[in-house]
């Protein structure tokens, strides 16, 4: 079957790093994606890995290790407006079958 | 407008009713997704059409039927519907597979009396 797991919630402070992991069972892997989602708003796209290693966008860093089954979003200095829900969501394929399942989110608080 | 548009913003609906939610994308895409999200419980894909054609029904209820005249819209027909159904549901587009980025809609709150 399929599984993704990662934290409920996280706090971090105003201008520091935080790392926000994903573990995933999954078959047909065909890549693992990050949402951002704010309170009351749709998930927007932050990044999309489907081969091993960092991907930087900006702020923004996403890791992939498929052997282990894991990837990490990395968040360098931290606004209040990166509060939000970090989904983790991986992409598979099965028989010609897609699979696409979300991991529950961690909420993450950015404190002043 | 542009992105992806859903109508309406928030519904409420009795048990007995029958009501459409109603999902617009203006990107040009060719795959179009419905998913529910319930407080505390993970984004769930229901349905996904590729060019007009459904090719993914995850296990829905027979209480929630889709449909996509083309490309561009999708609708998700509620009937007799259950109070567990209330959840926000959200319309999604890709360029052509699940595996691309996907752009989400407002989402529909629903909540079923």
């Known amino acids: 079957g399929q599984n993704i797991d990662q934290p409920t919630e996280m706090t971090a402070t105003e201008g520091a790093i935080v790392q926000i992991n994903c573990t995933y069972q999954?078959?047909?892997?065909?890549?693992l994606f990050w949402y951002q989602q704010h309170a009351g708003e749709a998930p927007t796209f932050l990044s999309y890995?489907?081969?091993?290693g960092l991907e930087e966008k900006g702020r923004f860093s996403s890791f992939l290790s498929r052997s282990k089954g894991y990837s990490y979003l990395l968040l360098k200095e931290l606004q209040m407006k990166d509060s939000a829900s970090y989904l983790c969501?991986?992409?598979?394929?099965?028989?010609?079958?897609?699979?696409?399942?979300f991991g529950t989110g961690t909420r993450l608080k950015v404190l002043a | 407008e542009t992105g992806v548009t859903q109508t309406p913003r928030h519904l409420v609906m009795g048990m007995t009713n029958k009501k459409s939610l109603k999902c617009e994308q203006h990107?040009?895409?060719?795959?179009m997704y419905w998913y529910k999200q319930s407080a505390k419980k993970p984004l769930e894909l229901m349905f996904v059409?590729?060019?007009?054609?459904?090719?993914e029904n995850n296990s829905v209820p027979s209480r929630f039927s889709p449909e996509c005249p083309n490309s561009s819209h999708l609708f998700l027909h509620l009937h007799t519907l259950q109070p567990e159904d209330s959840a926000l549901y959200l319309c999604?587009?890709?360029?052509?597979?699940?595996?691309?980025?996907?752009?989400f809609g407002p989402g529909t709150r629903l909540t079923v009396t």
């Open positions: 999604a587009s890709s360029q052509s597979t699940p595996n691309d980025e996907q752009y």
């Open positions: 999954t078959s047909g892997f065909n890549g």
């Open positions: 890995n489907v081969l091993d």
């Open positions: 969501a991986v992409g598979g394929i099965t028989s010609g079958t897609y699979k696409y399942i």
């Open positions: 990107l040009g895409h060719n795959a």
């Open positions: 059409y590729n060019f007009k054609e459904q090719t």
